[in-house]
């Protein structure tokens, strides 16, 4: 729906735009309403968040140059100000609705995507939906991953310095230190990126395991067990053979968010 009034706003706008150049007289009032709704419509359209800078430095530049075209054929010189104001405005205003954070962190993401040394499940599971999409914050996967590929103990810089260096991992992570603590279904890039939905589905599981059939546990369970029913890959159904299914790790996200106060532990601060 926004992007049907978005684009007949758009069109309104310059259609606007173009009556007023072919015969309407000229006049400031006019040529800001018709701008106004050019501007709209764009700001309308559900842009992706990185593209937003782009789009807004572009649109920018767009009103300021045919409102400065506008001044030279008009012999006038109030077009040119306009030109400044709505030009600055709209770039503001589009640039305001991006995180720089959110933009580089993204791109870091598809860096890694196209690095031929990354494994190919991560890059699946970029590709597929996962990790970028969730704006899941590298800097925070970085060290779990790190610490969770150890088994916890520490590093060899850590051993001969003393200092910690698990300082910046994440609290679930931190409790699924020891592989033992791991769910052995779930990849280790999966429990690295997303910690928090594992501890909280291996919770669901526990309890479901003590309540045993006659348990309410709700709609999320219920979600949940009917994701893991037949196994998270193509291989057996414990999982820990085949590949993993990405797409049952996405429903398994997407219910996690879909429940009341839940968020990823690992997304970014803004997100």
Partial sequence: MTRLLGLAVLVGGALALVAALLGWQLTPLRIGVGVFFVIY???????????????????????????????????????????????????????????????????????????????????????????????????????????????????????YTGVDENWAVTPSARGMASPLERPPAYPLWFIAAYPDVVTWMCGLLSEASKQGEDGKLGAAYNAVAEIVGSGLSDGDTDGSFGEVDIGRLKAIVRVYRSEPGNRLECAMESV
């Fill in 41 to 159: 419509g764009i700001l309308s359209f559900p842009y992706p968040k990185e593209d937003r800078h782009q789009v807004g430095l572009v649109v920018g530049c767009i009103i300021f140059f045919v409102l400065g075209l506008l001044s030279l054929v008009l012999g006038s010189w109030w077009p040119l100000p306009a030109g400044v104001v709505l030009g600055y405005g709209a770039t503001l205003i589009l640039t305001s609705r991006t995180d720089a954070r959110l933009v580089l962190n993204r791109r870091q993401w598809q860096a890694v995507a196209r690095d031929p040394d990354t494994p190919t499940d991560i890059r699946k599971a970029i590709d597929g939906g996962l990790l970028a999409a969730d704006d899941i914050d590298v800097q925070k996967f970085l060290p779990n991953f790190d610490y969770l590929a150890r088994g916890g103990a520490p590093s060899l810089m850590e051993f």
